[in-house]
């Protein structure tokens, strides 16, 4: 896929925010003793995997950390493969919209944000961090657990599904956005019972005032039951491990 003619003239941001606080529930017995970005997909931890499909651009990760961080803190250090990490504690699980908001202290203007514990494509994440503002989504013949992105004939977000209903085919939100300092003027949108707060409705209310870019992706492996971790590797095996991300950091 191209990019269109609409794609930002800015750079591409320079700070990464990579959510990493959650316990992984659906994923127990294996996040009993370990969070759930550092199970191993291809005899590396998931984090690791979603730091190298970064565009080599951004040279800064802030990673979101919670239960059991210190076995992500030990590992990564400060420094990795040639990027600044710093950390931050989301010590309330408050879904997906305060993480922005628990890292909002180190930002800067603009930046990305994605799931720390799914696997995405480098090409995928490098043509949507050339738009402004951006969400990354991806084309499925049944959407699962998945909520679904509306757009309009431009291509523009229009909304994002609440209820995520299933078995529906549609434009599927993969957790990856392109945002900015423009975002901490929406009021987080609660989601739920209301004590969590989603980051893709609150970009979605942001999407009303602002032009948000839906990318589609080309593939995406989400992880969150024990059964995944199989097909996972295979999904690594035939995307990835060809040589990808050996190629970008190079």
């Known amino acids: 896929m191209s990019l269109d003619k609409e794609k930002t003239k800015s750079s591409i941001p320079r700070q990464a925010v990579l959510m990493a606080a959650g316990r992984g529930q659906r994923l127990r017995p294996l996040t009993d003793e370990q969070p759930k970005p550092m199970i191993q997909i291809a005899g590396r931890p998931i984090l690791e995997w979603s730091i190298d499909a970064l565009p080599p651009e951004i040279k800064e990760v802030i990673v979101v950390v919670g239960y059991l961080k210190e076995q992500i803190t030990e590992h990564f250090g400060e420094h990795w493969h040639g990027r600044s990490i710093r950390y931050v504690v989301q010590t309330e699980l408050k879904g997906t919209g305060h993480v922005v908001h628990v890292a ?42 998945f909520g679904l992105l509306s757009i309009d004939e431009n291509g523009y977000l229009t909304g ?80 990835i491990i060809k040589g990808d991300i050996q190629q970008i950091n190079k």
């Not at 930002?107 to 994440?125: C, E, K, T």
Request: with cysteine.
């Open 104 to 145: 909002r202290p180190l930002l800067d203007h603009r930046f990305m944000v994605l799931n720390g514990d799914d696997l995405y494509l480098p090409a995928d994440l490098q043509r949507l961090a050339c738009y402004e503002l951006a969400a990354l989504g991806l084309r499925l013949a049944d959407n699962g657990r």
């Open 160 to 239: 994002v599904s609440r209820d995520e209903p299933q078995g529906l085919g549609g434009l599927v939100n993969i957790g990856a956005y392109v945002i900015d300092q423009r975002f901490f003027d929406y009021d987080l949108v609660p989601i739920g019972d209301g004590s969590e707060f989603g980051l893709p409705h609150t970009i979605s209310s942001m999407a009303q005032r602002e032009k948000v870019k839906v990318v589609e992706a080309e593939s995406w492996f989400p992880i969150g039951y024990p059964q995944d971790i199989k097909m996972a590797t295979e999904w690594m095996r035939e995307h």
